[in-house]
């Protein structure tokens, strides 16, 4: 099976935006030029995330929203509470992309989950089935029972860990690569080699590493509190990265994860 999808490059992620301050933040993206927006069930801002784009007047069809099932939503009922509940709190017909949050495999309902989610598809109130923290072998049991892959999977990805086994096994099925903490939360921001590195291409360090990402066509979700992170991430999707500069990012890879192994969170 081929995927045709193509993730908008860079959208905001809304997890840890308290829900008090996720409307006008989302507003605040909204007017600097942001149209895709990363979100779940258990971030909490599902309805302030609705109410921006409600108030926005944007034409459904120019912004896309992810969200994610949560752990304790798996299942084939379960799935299919989640997203109504999760379509109800956006104020939303369907979702751009729906994803199973967490494989959680010792739970053993993610074939189940995702089964469930290409009827919904097929109902139209999820546009693309999406995954999240899957391994190669996850992906390749849905391939096995099912006959068919996510659109896209959404894992943790930095220059601290830069997945390269698991995006070619994604360019080799057609499935479409986003990272989740491009940033590393924030740790990269403290890395001198790396701020170096961002001064010889007249970037910040932020912009150095979501254009890294964005030159191997990894689309990005980082998050930001501010105006003016929300611009200058934004902007560095009008950066281009010389060879050597994206040769040398190679060398940071250390297989450091700052969030949980997915095959241990259950
Ligand atoms: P990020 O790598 O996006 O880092 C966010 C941190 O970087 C915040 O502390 C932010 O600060 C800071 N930051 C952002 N831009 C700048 C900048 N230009 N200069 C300096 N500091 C900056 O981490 P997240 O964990 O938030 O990941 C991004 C998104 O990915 C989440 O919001 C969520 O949508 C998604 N996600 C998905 C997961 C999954 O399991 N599928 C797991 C975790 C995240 P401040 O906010 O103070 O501006």
């Known amino acids: 099976m081929t995927n045709s999808f193509t993730p908008a490059r860079i959208g905001l992620g809304l997890f840890k935006v308290p829900a008090e301050s996720t409307q006008a933040l989302v507003e605040d993206a909204l007017d600097v030029g942001y149209r895709h927006f990363d979100c779940a069930s258990n971030y909490g801002n599902e309805t302030q995330l ?19 099932a949560w752990l304790d ?9 989640a997203l109504k509940r999760s379509l109800d709190r956006l104020g939303l017909d369907s979702v751009d992309i729906y994803m199973i949050h967490w494989p959680a495999p010792e739970r053993d309902l993610y074939v189940a989950s995702f089964r469930e989610m290409l009827l919904l598809r097929q109902e139209g109130l999820i546009k693309n089935v999406g995954v999240s923290n899957f391994h190669i072998d996850y992906l390749e049991r849905l391939r096995r029972e099912i006959g068919s892959l996510p659109v896209l999977n959404q894992v943790e990805r930095h220059p601290y860990l830069q997945q390269r086994e698991l995006f070619k096994y994604h360019s080799e099925h057609g499935i479409a690569s986003q990272a989740w903490g491009p940033l590393a939360r924030g740790e990269i921001l403290a890395d001198s080699r790396l701020a170096n590195l961002a001064g010889r291409v007249g970037a910040s360090t932020a912009q150095l590493v979501l254009a890294w990402q964005l030159s191997s066509s990894v689309s990005v979700i980082p998050k930001a509190s501010s105006r003016k992170r929300l611009l200058e991430n934004l902007s560095s999707t009008n950066l281009l990265l010389p060879e050597e500069v994206l040769r040398e990012m190679r060398e940071f890879d250390r297989d450091y994860r700052t969030g949980p192994n997915p095959a241990d969170k259950n």
């Not at 939503?73 to 299919?80: C, D, N």
């Open 73 to 81: 939503e798996l299942g084939s009922t379960g799935i299919q509470d």
């Open 50 to 68: 609705g109410a921006a784009l409600s108030s926005s007047g944007l034409d459904r069809s120019s912004f896309t929203v992810t969200s994610k």
